[in-house]
């Protein structure tokens, strides 16, 4: 547990920014899925998907540029 709040205390502000994206994301796929499909249930189930993995790389994508800011 000590591990998991020590990555979150040295990680907060892009953590924070990650979390904003993934909400923006989530709403521009809901809405791009369902004026696509017609289904709010397809716009939903596309909007969650994507955007999480999207989140994910995108953390690590901040990580890289911090690093190589850093340099």
Known sequence: MANIQRFVDCNQKTLK???SYYIM???V???VGYFVTGSLTMAIA???LE???QAVAF???EKV???KSAQ
């Open 59 to 61: 953390f690590f994508h």
């Open 51 to 53: 955007p999480t993995v």
């Open 29 to 31: 796929a809901m809405l």
């Open 17 to 19: 920014k990650t979390f």
């Open 46 to 48: 596309l909007s969650l």
């Open 65 to 67: 540029w911090e690093k």
């Open 25 to 27: 994301h989530i709403t």
